[in-house]
T-cell receptor, first 115, second 113 residues
Framework: AQSVAQPEDQVNVAEGNPLTVKCTYS??????LFWYVQYPNRGLQFLLK??????LVKGSYGFEAEFNKSQTSFHLKKPSALVSDSALYFC?????????????FGTGTRLQVTL | DSGVTQTPKHLITATGQRVTLRCSPR?????VYWYQQSLDQGLQFLIQ???????AKGNILERFSAQQFPDLHSELNLSSLELGDSALYFC????????????FGPGTRLLVL
């Protein structure tokens, strides 16, 4: 069974500082990893994904994530946080194979960026 | 805007009732997924359809059913509703291969009173 852990319920960071939102995963085989963001009363917006290749993945709004196979992690990062980045962030994993491809989500991490 | 549309946006109903949630995938996407988001369960996968056929099932209750029509839109039917069914229901779509990103609709917020 595949699973995702987001160990922090909330991350607080000052605007302009770097941010990291942590994610670890468990899956059989090579993982497909995703980050989504959810703003209040909105759906999930896709940020970035890792399928294969370079371990550093760049995504929307200046976000990037680093895939670390040995640590089974896929942490989300941004060099300089903005107040508008405040939202709920979800890490998700999918195991490869066929066309049955459900996403398993973590519990979410609330990012609070303050001035 | 993801290109995935869901109707209605909000739904208020009573226990024991039946409701239907509708989803239109992005143009060209063959896979439709349904997810439930609740405070206690988080985001949970319910069911996937691919080109009209059920492809995968998750934690979907027997009271719930879904289908995907020839025009690829999908409906999620929830019956004998209970208070605990109150949640946000998301539809997502993808082209269909495993590497494809799932794009989510804005969701339907269901409140069962």
């Amino acid at each position: 069974a595949q699973s995702v852990a987001q160990p922090e319920d909330q991350v607080n960071v000052a605007e302009g500082n770097p941010l990291t939102v942590k994610c670890t995963y468990s899956v059989s085989g090579n993982p497909y990893l995703f980050w989504y963001v959810q703003y209040p009363n909105r759906g999930l917006q896709f940020l970035l994904k890792y399928i294969t290749g370079d371990n550093l993945v760049k995504g929307s709004y200046g976000f990037e994530a680093e895939f670390n196979k040995s640590q089974t992690s896929f942490h989300l990062k941004k060099p300089s946080a903005l107040v508008s980045d405040s939202a709920l962030y979800f890490c998700a994993v999918r195991s490869p194979g066929g066309t049955a491809s459900k996403l398993t989500f973590g519990t979410g991490t609330r990012l609070q960026v303050t001035l | 805007d993801s290109g995935v549309t869901q109707t209605p946006k909000h739904l208020i109903t009573a226990t024991g009732q039946r409701v239907t949630l509708r989803c239109s995938p992005r143009s060209g996407d063959l896979s439709v997924y349904w997810y439930q988001q609740s405070l206690d369960q988080g985001l949970q996968f319910l069911i996937q359809y691919y080109n009209g056929e059920e492809r995968a099932k998750g934690n979907i209750l027997e009271r719930f059913s879904a289908q995907q029509f020839p025009d690829l839109h999908s409906e999620l039917n929830l019956s004998s509703l209970e208070l605990g069914d109150s949640a946000l229901y998301f539809c997502a779509s993808s082209a269909g291969t495993t590497q494809e990103t799932q794009y989510f609709g804005p969701g339907t917020r269901l409140l069962v009173l």
